[in-house]
């Protein structure tokens, strides 16, 4: 699953450019607030670089705003510092226990950059209990548990994000691949076939429902998704290779069998 990128925090519309920034009262920069909605500002506009340093300055004068060193974070992520982001995001649970969305980007560090899949697992639990109407969280406790190959746990993730939204397409074809995992073909074919009405160019989900007919040793029906998903992606080598092969092993069988009814006495 692609890593999902954070939410900008709290919009404010205090500045419409830099300049009425950099004119305003200087006595009015002293203020942590101020600093902290202007680096709000900045971050909503993709500055990143005025948002941190706006949120610096807010922090050298309240060191324990919470939220100033949350933005900053998630400012620190956007652009890629993630060792540095993921210490402010630790300041942030330091400070604030019940801060979800730290604990859930924390999980999504320690998953995605440091495969520490008992930290991860350790702050998306919490996150989860914070907030449990949050998706993200949710597909994202699934996928560590898939990783840990613990598969009954991610069962109960994967279901609780398809409960919070079932139009979520990302949450419909883990799930598939979770039951899959659990050798239960029936509802991963549900899942995938659910997937693809609701993105009909999913390749993945098209691949993944050529695997599991072909399991059933439904092989034509499996061809026509393994055709389908390299149509949707061209570049996906696995799924051609799939149809490559299970076209020769088809054409194989069935000469065998005309070779087998020449060979038959009348």
């Given amino acids: 699953m692609d890593c999902r990128i954070p939410a900008l925090g709290f919009v404010c519309t205090w500045f419409h450019n830099e300049n009425i ?12 607030d101020f600093q902290f909605q202007a680096g709000l500002d900045f971050q909503k506009k993709g500055n ?8 610096r300055e807010c922090i050298l004068k309240q060191k324990n705003h919470t939220e100033a ?14 060792a540095s982001a993921k210490e402010c995001f630790e300041k942030v649970v330091n400070l604030n226990l019940n801060h979800f969305l730290a604990h859930h980007y924390l999980g999504e560090i320690y998953f995605y950059q440091q495969h520490d899949t008992e930290n991860s697992l ?14 993200d969280t949710w597909i994202l406790l699934g996928l560590v548990y898939r990783d840990r190959k613990d598969f009954q746990q991610a069962l109960r993730a994967n279901l609780q994000a398809i ?33 693809i009405k609701l993105n009909p160019q999913h390749a993945d989900a098209l691949f993944n429902l050529g ?15 393994y055709l389908a998903a390299f149509a949707c992606d061209p570049n996906f080598k696995e799924a051609e290779d799939a149809a490559t092969s299970l076209t020769e092993r088809i054409r194989i069988k069935n000469s065998a069998q005309q070779s087998s009814e020449h060979n038959c006495p009348p």
Avoid at 69 to 82: E, I, S, T, W
Avoid at 168 to 179: F, R
Avoid at 211 to 225: G, I, M, P, Q, S
């Fill in 48 to 55: 990143y670089r005025r948002a941190m340093k706006c949120f």
């Fill in 211 to 225: 695997v599991v007919y072909e399991e059933k040793n439904k092989t034509w029906t499996a061809l026509d998704y």
């Fill in 163 to 195: 409960k919070k939204d079932p139009s979520d397409q990302v949450a419909c074809y883990n799930l598939g691949n979770t039951y899959h995992d659990l050798h239960m073909e029936d509802e991963a074919i549900s899942c995938f076939t659910a997937t």
């Fill in 122 to 135: 350790k702050h998306l639990e919490i996150a989860s209990r914070l907030n449990p109407n949050k998706v």
């Fill in 21 to 32: 920034f950099d004119s305003a009262d200087a006595n009015l920069k002293q203020s942590a």
């Fill in 69 to 82: 060193h949350y933005n900053l974070a998630l400012c620190l992520y956007q652009r890629g510092q993630v």
